[in-house]
């Protein structure tokens, strides 16, 4: 029927009205294909394979014959092409068009034929022009056929062009460039999708669609082959003298790589599903050729470049490997230059110098990788810039600018658009735009190859090998930490397989030698460590009395020097120690030990260590001062001179840069902190090495002494972050002169500045550092109370050791008294939470208090950052006073810490416990929980 009024007479009325039963059954039979290709498939192809895997892809259309009555009355009936595609959910297109006389075998023939002009191996440009040239000769009807090959930036370039003979034109449009706005992207959608399209006349204004009106959603026509093409396409197709057009999309990895433009002149040419089927087939084909030819490509690349990288190993710096091999890596890459440069300092070239960066391009370059683990992209001065850092170092690799013609079909202007419709450009002519510069592009499979060149060098390099002395210190520090761990395993060995031979006494022993072994440990644990939290130089600001790193320290070492044999005194006067100073208490306190430390194990049984304090009201008495003492010892030298500072603005502003506050840098007050020993002394041409990193003055397999070389380098960047000096004089033994002293003085020369308004601020792991432990607890009416403590933590050995410590402590310091101690203990944070509120529940009714909580970092189901943030939330919300929290981490990082003091945690001890770290921690406990106990008491009277 041929009227709009009869065939909306049709709308809604069932097949039959236009096909026989036969054919309705075809078309029904089609249409429940498509539905259940739709459908969720639970077959299998084998074992390993289910067909619900997301490439398994519904049909898109399906293909049938119809039987129609025939026009011609000779005829009985012709065979119609039946397709169904998909639209709107629930709607199938049908088209039905004339069969012409191609049978299926002869499409599958031209097929074959058109396969076998592609060149084995070959490339995807002459793969791609080999079915331009097959598909001109089996479709004679067309005048050009043009292969054109989409760009990265979406514009496209004719590769290849073929004429069919005996159409004679002046015109070409190979290697010209046509802009990305020619197809847009709801066009090339359409090309993926259907794999063909074409246009039988470029003058046809097309039909009208015609629909039910109660539908009032738009027809998906996007699988549609009778699909008209827009106005505007039309009007571009016949600017260029197009009367018919076809189009074959070549689909490479789901992605549109290029398309075959078949162009008619001189006629209108309707395609028959069987020639738009031949060349769906051979383009999906050629599109399989070209994917294989370049992920073959991709695949040689990648191992080549893998064979190039797996050089790295046989060179000892990325320098020598990027001087060695830097022409291959250009080439792979395809860029201009490398460059590295060395802790922005150092700026080595490889490859093109004159395309190269700056030593301040590579400073910017640095500071925009600041997580130093992606791979990034600039563009600078021109220049395409593809870089990544590792540690200090940058590793850039260039592609410069290069001047370039294009060769456009028409100048490029962007389509006109009006109020009504958007207008094609009219002109096809050869337009050459003038010369740019710019670098070319990275392609994906350029920024995946370097992305493998980025992780290869930055592991190579965070491995690379050590320098020798660096060799050497670890394989000290390897050293000092397995020979003590072999004393810990002999002693528990010992212990467990002749526990019943061997006397009490032998047991001690035993004990004994683990424990040292286990100090010896920690010292270079510690020490490793103090280097790691000290690169930031951070100085802490701390309120403490000056006397209280001399005082800690004896009392920390003063078992050590009994063991040693070695008498350790300290002298202290009161008008220096008793003085409360600011400063860095921690890094003090570590700098006297490792002295202390030092000349215990140095000076031999029956010696003497002798620690003091002087106070000095200038600098220039300190100096003064030792000016005198160093004349008394052999050999003397600075390890940090004091005196090298000086006061002008530009010192003043280094001092401020490197974090030296005001107070220090305008301190009137320096304290010497003296270690003298009686032992083995230095040598003179030794004494400049003191201090060095990785170095021990007693060298070799017969030393006598253990020790990482460590220690007094960390005590020397202490001293200097604090804007101090450290003296050293020596006599080694058996060159003392007549008048001079044997031995070794170590005097440490820090500002400390006085205050006024102190609040009394405990320091972490020291508790109190003086007065009786028994008369603390007296004072503190504790002998009616019931004292409770709270352990949390998922290692039952560590809460074992908590409650015995806490047992230990008051049964040894309550004296007469009868000290009623309960210590309640929980596995992870969420336990910790319930017992708190029970034990809270006992203070309410009996006469007990909760004296503090011993509480785990690192545990399951509730960390202890997080539950000291819920401790904190229900003491607000439930009106009780504020605990002590002391948490307990193996983490000695300095944001682990800082975490925990956000949260609200009171204080932090490091495992494993020095001796008296928890006793100490119990006092500081029983003082807050008391004192709380008491401004309680005294509000409810005052109330």
């Known amino acids: 029927r041929s009227s709009t009024e009869s065939s909306t007479g049709l709308i809604s009325e069932d097949l039959g009205h236009l096909f026989d039963a036969d054919c309705v059954k075809t078309i029904r039979s089609l249409v429940e294909r498509q539905r259940r290709s739709r459908m969720p498939r639970e077959d299998r192809i084998c074992s390993d394979v289910n067909r619900n895997a997301p490439d398994i892809r519904p049909f898109r259309k399906i293909h049938g014959e119809l039987n129609l009555p025939s026009t011609n009355r000779d005829e009985k009936s012709q065979v119609w092409n039946c397709t169904v595609a998909s639209s709107n959910p629930g709607v199938y297109l049908l088209e039905v068009e004339q069969k012409y006389g191609t049978e299926p075998e002869s499409c599958l023939l031209q097929v074959a034929y058109l396969l076998s002009r592609i060149p084995e191996g070959a490339p995807p440009k002459a793969t791609a022009a080999a079915l331009g040239d097959a598909l001109q000769e089996n479709l004679p009807a067309y005048d050009r056929v043009m292969v054109y090959r989409f760009r990265e930036d979406n514009t496209g370039e004719v590769i290849h062009e073929s004429i069919r003979p005996g159409f004679e034109t002046s015109s070409s449009y190979l290697n010209l460039r046509f802009p990305a706005a020619d197809i847009p992207p709801a066009a090339r959608e359409l090309l993926k999708l259907n794999g063909v399209r074409f246009i039988a006349d470029t003058s046809d204004p097309g039909i009208p669609v015609i629909l039910d009106e109660r539908v009032s959603t738009p027809l998906d026509l996007s699988m549609s082959a009778f699909r008209a093409a827009s106005a505007c396409h039309l009007g571009y197709l016949r600017n260029m003298g197009v009367k018919a057009s076809l189009v074959v999309a070549i689909v490479v990895d789901g992605q549109l790589w290029g398309l075959c433009a078949c162009h008619s002149y001189t006629r209108t040419v309707h395609p028959s599903c069987e020639e738009r089927f031949m060349a769906h087939m051979a383009a999906t084909i050629t599109a399989s050729l070209v994917s294989h030819s370049q992920r073959e490509d991709i695949s040689t690349t990648a191992l080549s470049m893998s064979n190039t990288l797996d050089t790295l190993n046989g060179y000892r710096r990325v320098n020598d490997f990027l001087s060695a091999e830097h022409q291959t890596l250009t080439n792979i890459l395809g860029v201009d230059t490398i460059v590295l440069c060395e802790r922005s300092r150092v700026v080595n070239v490889y490859g093109n110098e004159d395309i190269c960066l700056t030593l301040e391009e590579c400073k910017d370059l640095l500071g925009a990788d600041s ?30 600018n290069v001047a370039t013609q294009v060769r456009w079909a028409g100048k490029p202007d962007p389509p006109l658009h009006d109020e009504e419709a958007m207008h094609p450009r009219a002109s096809f002519e050869l337009y050459i735009q003038a010369a740019r510069e710019s670098f070319k592009a990275w392609s994906p499979e350029t920024v995946k190859l370097l992305g493998t060149v980025r992780r290869r060098i930055s592991s190579f390099m965070y491995g690379e090998t050590l320098p020798a002395d660096l060799e050497e210190a670890f394989a000290h520090m390897s050293h000092e930490l397995r020979t003590p761990f072999h004393g810990v395993l002999g002693a528990l060995e010992i212990l467990e397989n002749e526990h019943g031979t061997i006397s009490a006494e032998e047991k001690v022993d ?27 130089r951070k100085v802490a600001q701390d309120c403490f009395a000056a006397s209280n790193p001399i005082l800690v320290t004896m009392a920390a070492l003063k078992p050590f020097a009994a063991t040693e044999s070695v008498d350790l005194v300290s002298d202290i006067p009161h008008a220096a120690g008793g003085r409360e100073v600011v400063g860095d208490v921690r890094r003090i306190r570590a700098v006297i030990q490792n002295l202390v430390n030092n000349a215990v194990k140095f000076t031999p049984c029956g010696g003497k260590v002798h620690v003091s304090l002087v106070a000095f009201d200038s ?45 220090q840098q305008t301190a009137t007050t320096w304290y010497a902190y003296c270690v003298k020993d009686s032992g083995v002394g230095l040598l003179p041409d030794d004494l400049p090495h003191v201090g060095d990193a990785y170095t021990q003055i007693f060298e070799g397999a017969s030393r006598s002494y253990s020790g990482t070389g460590l220690g007094l380098h960390i005590s020397k960047g202490h001293v200097s972050s604090m804007s101090g000096g450290i003296g050293v004089a020596s006599t080694a033994s058996g060159e003392a002169e007549q008048g001079k002293s044997s031995g070794t003085l170590f005097a440490v020369f820090l500002p400390l500045c006085g205050t006024t308004a102190l609040s009394l601020e405990l320091t972490p792991g020291t508790g109190i550092a003086s007065g009786n432990n028994a008369d603390t607890l007296q004072k503190a009416h504790i002998a009616a109370r019931k004292l409770v403590f709270l352990a949390v933590d998922d290692h039952p050995v560590n809460l074992k050791l908590i409650e015995r410590k806490i047992g230990m402590f008051f049964k040894r310091t309550g004296g007469d008294m009868k000290v009623d101690v309960e210590v309640r203990t929980a596995a992870d944070g969420l336990l910790a939470l319930d017992a708190l509120v029970d034990v809270q529940n006992i203070t309410e009714c009996d006469d007990a208090v909760l004296v503090g909580v011993f509480l785990d970092f690192h545990m399951p189901n509730l960390d202890g950052i997080e539950c000291t943030k819920r401790i904190r939330k229900l003491e607000n919300e439930k009106g009780w006073s504020r605990i002590f929290i002391c948490g307990c981490s193996a983490d000695p990082t300095q944001q682990t810490s800082d975490a925990f003091q956000a949260a609200g945690g009171s204080d932090v001890i490091y495992k494993p416990w020095n001796s008296g770290q928890i006793e100490g921690m119990c006092t500081t406990m029983l003082i807050t929980a008391f004192e709380s106990s008491r401004k309680g008491s005294a509000a409810g009277k005052a109330s």
């Open 371 to 400: 997580s130093g683990t992606a791979l990034m992209f600039r563009e600078v001065n021109n220049k395409g810039v593809a870089f990544f850092s590792v540690r200090s170092f940058l590793l850039a690799f260039l592609r410069g």
């Open 619 to 663: 600098l220039q008495k300190a100096t003064d001062w030792w000016t005198s003492e160093r004349e008394r010892f052999n050999a003397n030298v600075w390890m940090v001179n004091p005196s090298e500072r000086s006061d002008d603005e530009g010192e003043a502003a280094a001092a401020a840069a490197a974090g030296f506050t005001p107070l």
């Open 510 to 536: 035993m004990i004994r030698s683990a424990l040292r072994c286990s100090e010896s440990m920690m010292s270079t644990l510690d020490e490793i460590v103090n280097i790691a939290k000290d690169q930031n």
